[in-house]
């Protein structure tokens, strides 16, 4: 039997998305920026779907820039508010995804100075250290809405507060809030926020960037003037018709229950477990946890075999495996973050895949105990 328990890496498309995509494609066929009738039809599904998008944060529509997703978001946020400014000092998160740590690593290289806040053993930021960081120079503030790999969310309403009061651009990193937990970018005072299709049941590969009104940004990619010069390129029609419709499509807190479950269960049969950033605010649907002793990446292989797909803290680069740096920056040891293991539950789970990935769990560990104990 096969169990997906991995929501935060991509939600499978809602029907949804699938249909308003496949009647985008078909009867949306034209290019947007063409004047005929054809390109009219496809500037209709694109403005619809904007609209859609607008209402549904409760911004206003022009602040929407559609982008390939959320990697794509946080790089035109990052560079291409940079570009326009002089260089200084950008403060940004040590457990950010790489899709902000690169951009900002990339300005460092430039000549940008960059101070990354540390999280404490929770996996939360604290606002107080994001104000003790800013200087005279700061320039950005980019933080994440809630963390990929814990679920751990982050104090962004405090933080935008601190940013606006210093008159300070802060960028949000939401693609993980998405569906989770209320997002308000005004109640974030964010300038920007990055959003992802794939997460919420849309199309893999569509995204945006909200802009707020007054801010302005470079284009990275320069080329036809595109979402009002902010991002060129022929906009992906069928894709974006397919994240408007999936929007609200998915409450991930009906799988609280489900976590919590899933948790007490395992903390029961495997006392030495430990799950991070239980005692902080968390996205519903997120767990991550270490058995002593056990590789993660070896069992997210077992668990492969048994049906069970999961995510392993550690991230793959270049073939060389590298400890998940969330974990590390939250004070986990090396070989805990070797051994993370993280469950994302969504649409379709029940509690009984939760139990069953428990029993999974105790029976992998035994045999691979004994196999330690045999040689
Ligand atoms: C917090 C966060 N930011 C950005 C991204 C990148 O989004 P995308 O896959 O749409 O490029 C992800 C994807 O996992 C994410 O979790």
Redesign the pocket.
């Given at each position: 039997m096969q169990r997906y328990l991995d929501f935060?890496?991509t939600c499978p498309p809602l029907e949804s998305a699938l249909d308003a995509q496949a009647q985008a494609a078909r009867q949306a066929c034209g290019n947007p920026s063409s004047l005929h009738w054809a390109g009219r039809n496809a500037r209709r599904v694109l403005d619809d779907a904007r609209d859609a998008l607008a209402g549904f944060l409760g911004v206003e529509s022009g602040s929407v820039v559609f982008t390939?997703?959320?990697?794509?978001s946080?790089n035109l946020a990052i560079s291409g508010f940079c570009a326009n400014h002089k260089q200084g000092h950008i403060i940004t998160t040590a457990i950010?995804?790489p899709?902000?740590l690169q951009p900002v690593e990339r300005l460092e290289q430039a000549g940008w100075q960059v101070t990354r806040v540390r999280p404490d053993k929770r996996g939360a930021v604290c606002a107080d250290d994001v104000a003790a960081a800013m200087r005279e120079d700061t320039r950005l503030v980019a933080v994440?809405a809630?963390?990929?790999e814990t679920g751990v969310v982050q104090p962004v309403a405090e933080i935008g507060a601190l940013c606006r009061e210093k008159g300070i651009a802060f960028m949000v990193?939401a693609?993980?809030m998405l569906g989770k937990t209320k997002i308000s970018m005004c109640d974030w005072q964010a300038d920007f926020m990055?959003l992802?299709?794939?997460?919420i049941g849309g199309p893999?590969?569509v995204?945006a960037l909200i802009v707020r009104r007054g801010m302005n940004l470079q284009e990275i990619a320069p080329g036809g003037g595109q979402e009002r010069k902010r991002r060129s390129g022929t906009e992906n029609v069928p894709g974006i018709a397919g994240f408007a419709a999936a929007l609200g499509g998915i409450d991930f807190n009906a799988y609280a229950t489900m976590r919590d479950a899933f948790e007490s269960a395992l903390l029961e049969a495997v006392p030495a477990a430990t799950v991070f950033g239980r005692d902080a605010q968390r996205t519903p649907n997120t767990s991550i946890f270490c058995i002593p002793g056990l590789d993660g990446e070896t069992m997210l292989m077992q668990l492969d075999l048994a049906g069970f797909a999961v995510a392993s803290g550690s991230a793959c680069s270049s073939g060389k495996r590298e400890p998940s740096h969330v974990l590390l920056a939250m004070g986990a040891t090396q070989e805990q973050a070797r051994s993370s293991i993280r469950v994302s539950f969504g649409p379709g789970n029940t509690q009984e895949d939760a139990i069953a990935l428990v029993g999974e769990l105790v029976r992998i560990r035994k045999r691979l105990r004994g196999m330690a104990g045999a040689a």
């Open positions: 935060n890496a390939s997703g959320g990697t794509e946080n950010e995804h899709a902000v994440m809630a963390n990929n990193d693609v993980q990055s992802s299709a794939h997460k893999r590969g995204g």
